[in-house]
Nanobody
Framework: QVQLVESGGGLAQAGGSLRLSCAAS????????MGWFRQAPGKEREFVAR????????DYTNSVKGRFTISRDNAKNTLYLQMNNLKPEDTAVYYC?????????????????WGQGTQVTVSS
């Protein structure tokens, strides 16, 4: 099991930026594919971005392509999500998650370990 703790959420204006971090502990972080998901009030949890265990492969949901960047530092056991040009529709609780594969898919049900979430609120 991997323990995950997100940080970096907060309030931003439309067009602004935030950087989320996810600190991992427990199992060997570099063996796990990682993902970011988000959940807005009254909506299903949705995929945002994923990255392979080694960091070479990334993937994004269409609505964040060109604005968000997922990355990881395996030496620091940390996952990141750089969010630029934020929009009000990005408002949600953001979760990092670990999958016991080298590169997970976009289904949140495939991810075994989750952080507690961090709130991102974007004002117009």
């Amino acid at each position: 099991q991997v323990q995950l703790v997100e940080s970096g959420g907060g309030l931003a204006q439309a067009g602004g930026s935030l950087r989320l971090s996810c600190a991992a502990s427990g199992r060997t972080f570099s063996n796990y594919g990682m993902g970011w998901f988000r959940q807005a009030p009254g909506k299903e949890r949705e995929f945002v971005a994923r990255i392979s265990a080694g960091g070479s492969f990334t993937d994004y949901t269409n609505s964040v392509k060109g604005r968000f960047t997922i990355s990881r530092d395996n030496a620091k056991n940390t996952l990141y999500l750089q969010m630029n040009n934020l929009k009000p529709e990005d408002t949600a609780v953001y979760y990092c998650a670990a999958v016991r594969q080298r590169f997970g898919n976009t289904l949140y049900t495939d991810y075994a370990d989750w952080g507690q979430g961090t709130q991102v609120t974007v004002s117009s």
